[in-house]
């Protein structure tokens, strides 16, 4: 897996935009619409995001956040004290953000287009690092996570979302009830619609040879942003210290109830098994 598929994917399928219709589908490039339109169903979707931000003071600390998606969580930082600065692998996130805080007539340190493999800032430069949804999508999260460490100051902070291993979703939903799915549907997908989610799935796993297809170290690539998502990971703790030697856990809690098509979204006091691994890390002495 290299870095240009995966860019090239969120480039053209950015983060929600399947949600709300996208910006260029039923928005006529009418963006304040757009960003009040997608706010409204990430936070009443995704209420937790809220009350994890507050748990941090960002009032002001130096942040960097790798991987800005529609900039909600911008924004959110932003007006939360944060002297901000914004790093996104695509072009598409990078000009959608840039057009948000202008619009919302934020004020911002800095705003760059680049890899988080090679961090365009110096060593030292931010207090936190903050990462929603993204860094389990990168391919080389040791080279990932040594850039983060360098630009951090000493003892700074990464604060990160990453897609839970010991969820509901992974060990029931993906793991089994999907595969099961897809596998009961292989026999008959001439009749199944191309253009639905079961269908692109149905397709990808006759190109791939259906085998292939289910092995769960590809088919988890392809169960957690659609069917044509080129890479993830799913994170226990054990494999937060593994892939970030850099740093050092504090604390952790999973929440988001998150587990299609089992009718469990949103279900309350199921924190245990949330989709959503949230981490603090500090960084090691070097």
């Known amino acids: 897996m290299d870095e240009a598929r995966v860019q090239d994917f969120w480039n053209t399928h950015p983060c929600g935009d399947d949600i709300v219709g996208g910006l260029h589908e039923g928005f006529d490039d009418d963006y304040e619409k757009f960003f009040a339109s997608y706010d409204h169903w990430r936070y009443r979707q995704e209420r937790h995001i809220l009350e994890c931000l507050d748990e941090v003071d960002w009032r002001g600390q130096r942040v960097l956040e790798v991987g800005l998606g529609q900039g909600a969580e911008s924004e959110q930082l932003i007006k939360r004290g944060a002297r901000w600065s914004g790093l996104d692998l695509t072009p598409e996130s990078v000009a959608r953000v840039r057009t948000r805080l202008a619009l919302r007539d934020l004020a911002y340190d800095d705003l760059r287009q680049g890899s988080v493999l090679a961090t365009p800032w110096p060593d030292d430069s931010f207090d936190i690092v903050f990462s929603h949804g993204v860094l389990h999508h990168v391919p080389d999260i040791r080279q990932a996570q040594a850039e983060i460490h360098r630009v951090l100051k000493p003892g700074g902070r990464l604060v990160v979302m990453l897609y839970a291993r010991r969820s509901l979703n992974y060990q029931v939903s993906i793991r ?47 169960s957690t942003d659609g069917p044509l998502n080129p890479f993830a990971r799913v994170y226990d703790l054990r494999d937060v210290e593994r892939d970030f030697p850099d740093f050092v856990v504090e604390r952790a809690h999973q929440t988001y109830m998150h587990a299609p098509p089992l009718p469990v979204h949103g279900l309350p006091g199921a924190g245990r ?14």
């Open 176 to 222: 089994l009830v999907r595969r099961a799915a897809l596998l009961a549907a292989y026999p008959v997908r001439s009749r199944v619609a191309p253009d639905t989610m079961l269908g692109r799935h149905l397709a990808n796993a006759e190109e791939a040879g259906l085998g292939h297809y289910l092995a769960l170290d590809n088919f988890v690539h392809r």
């Open 273 to 286: 098994l949330g989709w959503h691994l949230w981490v603090h890390l500090k960084a090691r002495a070097t």
